[in-house]
């Protein structure tokens, strides 16, 4: 629990400080009667603030002969910064008229101001409103560094200013405490007036001709593009918008131009791809559900299902489809759009802005459209930078990085924005922009004020703090409270937040209903919600973090209260409370955390903060991270986590973290088809995890990978033997246990005993562990019917696997691959077509090669037994270059033996014959290979190989034949096996051998 629950006064925001200092008051005071000096220090002060306070700000303070000014405190304006400026400079105005009338007595009264934006702290201190933060030290270090009666700004007011003012520099500065120096701008005065241009197209076009010539000779059957790179303002927008405006006028255009700007907090799940449906629509992203699916139902062959969901993606209150189905839907209204301009003379344009926030799913399946689609769009992004997820996303895309503009150029669009610049403004204009577009058109308006266009908001946190001063203060305080909850909060969780803040709970269910019909909130049955996340984050970011600490806490607790609760959500408020001891509790007591792929955001930062105070926490937590990543199939990252435990536990001879390391060592190379090292290493484990008395779930794991290893290698009673012994380890998981025991049946061809191994297991004690062993039982369960050859019940057992969640990409990828199997062998060749591209979207996804060729050796057969012959030729030779790198001969067989069949039934015999040569050097490993692919191999090795042994290998094939159908014993499933893969053909054609083999 959190020792400190008190909530303090005050809130964080960006307000601007304006310090001014008067210069010779010393020399001024010498002259003057003691009163006399009183009257004019409080005629000039008095001045000052009024026109201080005219402008929204207030006196935070008098030190002497210096005011400190705030604007922003209380009163929050969107144009803070131009009414600090305008009140520097009326008072020095006015000062002028106040020293001529002084002028006779000698006396001179000059100003020294500073004016600087950023993020403040109010409070109280005493009976005193305070405000702190390191904005207030650099004001006064302008103050400090400026001529006598001017103003010196920082660059951040110089920004938000600089087309209502001009200014004159930078200078640098240093500011005590800061181990950087600031740049300084003087202010020179208002600007002149003038219309604020959005900027002609100046220069690029050596590179709009690039784009222009990869645009004309892209083939709308591959996948091409540019990215565009560079710095903000460097013109990457613009010079998309010049390749639009340019091909717009093209003799005999009709494609469309589909434009979205990615958003790092997207409102909705594919939040990129939506906005470019909807700018393809031209409907608003807040119509009515009904209005959205209208409107694509106007696109040829649109399903009505397909318009729902993707209306239901953008509606908060529709229930959520799944990803695998927003996938399909959104293919089929791409594919729709592509279809409907596939006549076109020329491509469509699909530009995406601000590429590097792009949100991942939306990043995942333009990946996919893109390989995939049939009709592909001429592909334009632009970003600050091409990072490795896109890269390895849209590696097809050719990187175009714009530079500064040229000088010539830069003065062309200077001189653009403003023909009559003045030649010294003008150099200065070239000198401090560098050649960014951007820059120069900011530099040449700061001689102009710009009359027609209003003030652009402070910031965007300034902007939505400021549209709640229709409120009362106390519905302010209150939405600003809720801010703290993550997702959701129901009326009685929002009361107990606000009382903690001092908050008067009477108000809160008028507050709700209000906000609610104002649409900052929405309402979802009893629970509430911001309406724009962006609003909420906004709020939050104005609370104290001490408060923001103690509501998180409070949230917390509330939490804990409930028997069912958000392990994700708690463990959000238990870091941002900064109890991080409960916090790796969290994650230490969920029996899935080792799938619980969300957590790797919070490991480090738990690592960090418990490694000296708790660093047997610690230590579980980098376990559970590297277990994570090896689960992910991130191998690479695993193995560095993997160090890490290494290094601590040969450090401080920490037999858990020795355990775990071999544990997963041991998976590795049982994955990678080690099978000696898996092992040796799991041995090793088995040994620690006893030391260091680790539950029977981790034990009996390592048992399973040894036993698997050992099934490889034709162990079969070795590795029943194994998992045998672990049948009375004191507390035993049911499923490892079940599941170990299934997994040996099923290599062993004793499909009906592997089912009935499952059968066997009951529903886990552990509600949060319910997850994993149904994904992965059914994973099991799904791939002992393949082999069982039990068609009729693959598509239940299928949509079981996805609907129990998506743990691993690889297998769901091959749950639908065998959907589609499924279809197609029932007829159905739509669904087939579906479940085919939804598997291929998947099997894209995985990253790791060993878990990637199992994917790909099941899409190979899959579309081999649907009929798609060069699919899975295309997919095999994959698995093949994959697999015969990594030694993974089981997967490997399989990918040889569908190339022998299709080479050898196109008449490729030495094609076939090089296929057959290469598997059988897989025999001298000794290893298991899969039955059903044996049999075709012995059967091409008595057709195409030599004529000495093929009585041989007939006679073996024709003994294989029989010994499957044995084992799937039903009439039915012996008639579905020889429906496939030219087995009935196999069969008839050895049917002479029969008698002589009986």
Partial sequence: MAKNTSIKAGERRNATILFADLQGFTSLSERMDPEEMDALMSRLFGAFEEIIVSRGGVVEKYIGDALVAVFGVPELHEDDPQRALESALAFLERNRALERELAPRGARLSFRIGVHSGLIATGDRGSFKVVTGHPMAIAQRLQAAAEPDHVLVSEAVKERCEGEFDFDGPVRLSVKGASE???????????????????PFVGRQD????????????????????????????????????????????PEF???????????????????????????????????????????????????????????????????????????????????????????????????????????????????????GAYKPFTLMAGRDQNQALRDAFPELKTLRLLPLKSDEARELAVSHWAEIPERLLAATLAQ????????????????????????????????????????????????????FLLNFN????????????????????????????????????CYSFALDVFKKSLYASILNHNKKVLHGLVANIMLENISHNRLRLLHHLMRSERWAEAAEVIRTDPARNYGYEYLASLDVLYKKLARTAPDAAVQLLITKSALYFNAGKIAEAEEELKRVLRIAVGERNELCMGFAYHMICAHNSMSASFQKARFTGQKALYYYREAGMAARSVQNVVRHIAFSEIQRNNFEEARAMVEQTKGIPGRDDFEYASAIAEGRLYSGDYRGALDALASV??????????????????????????????????????ALLDAGDLSDALVAQAYAMLA???????????????????????DKVRNDFDRVEALRTLAVCHFIAGNVRKAETFAREALVLGLRHSCYYTTFTALMLLVQIAA?????????????????????????????????????????????????????????????????????VANFLSVRGFGDIDNSLEGLREDLA
Avoid at 266 to 286: H, I, Q, S
Avoid at 457 to 464: D, E, K, V
Avoid at 947 to 970: P, Q, V, Y
Wanted: proline fraction near 4%; charge should be negative; include cysteine.
């Fill in 181 to 199: 120096t600031i740049s300084a701008w003087r202010l020179v005065g208002t600007a002149i007036p003038g219309l604020r241009d959005a900027g």
């Fill in 207 to 250: 590179e709009l001709e690039e784009l222009l010539r990869l645009y004309v000779r892209h083939d709308p059957e591959t996948n091409s593009g540019v990215y565009l790179v560079g710095e903000a303002g460097i013109g990457k927008t613009r010079l998309a918008q010049a390749l639009v405006e340019r091909i717009r006028r093209f």
């Fill in 254 to 372: 009709s494609s469309p131009t589909m434009m979205a700007k990615a958003q790092k907090y997207g409102p909705v799940r594919y939040a990129a791809v939506a906005d470019l449906v909807l700018d393809y629509l031209g409907v608003d992203p807040a119509s009515d559900p009904d209005a959205i699916a209208s409107a694509l139902s106007a696109l040829p062959g649109m399903e009505p299902l397909h318009c729902r969901r993707f209306a239901g993606l953008l509606s908060p209150g529709v229930h959520k489809a799944q990803d695998s189905e927003i996938v399909l839907s959104l293919f089929s209204i791409f594919s729709a759009i592509m279809e409907r301009h596939s006549r076109a003379v020329y491509s469509a344009v699909l530009f995406i802005d601000n590429a590097q926030a792009m949100d991942r799913q939306s990043r995942e399946f333009l990946s996919y459209y893109l390989k995939s």
């Fill in 433 to 484: 922009s560098g050649g960014n577009p951007l820059f120069i058109r900011e530099y040449a308006l700061y001689a102009k004020k710009c009359r027609t266009l209003s003030c652009l908001p402070s910031t965007i946190q300034n902007m939505f703090i400021t549209s709640l001063d229709r409120y009362e203060p106390s519905v302010r305080d209150f939405i600003t409270s809720v801010s703290v």
């Fill in 491 to 526: 009326a009685a969780e929002a009361t107990r937040v606000f009382e903690a803040t001092g908050g008067d709970p009477a108000i809160v269910q008028a507050a709700l209903e209000t906000l609610t019909e104002d649409g900052i909130l929405s309402r979802s049955g009893e």
């Fill in 762 to 799: 009951g529903k886990p004690a552990d509600d949060d562990y319910v997850m994993v062993t149904r994904f992965f039982g059914n994973d099991l369960r799904l791939k002992i019917l393949w082999q069982l050859c039990d068609f009729g019940a693959l598509a239940p057992a299928a949509h």
């Fill in 821 to 843: 199997a499924s279809a197609a062998l029932s007829g159905d060749a739509k669904a087939a077509r579906e479940s085919f591209m939804q598997a291929e979207y998947y099997s």
């Fill in 905 to 973: 039934d196109r008449g490729g015999a030495d094609e076939a014959r090089f296929f057959l040569a290469e598997a059988s050097c897989f025999f001298s490993t000794g290893l298991l290979l899969p039955y059903k692919d044996v049999i075709v191999y012995f059967y091409y090795a008595s057709r195409l190989l030599g004529a000495e042994d093929s009585s041989k290998s007939a006679g073996i094939a024709r003994k294989l034949i029989e010994e499957e159908k044995a084992r799937l014993g039903s009439p039915d499933l």
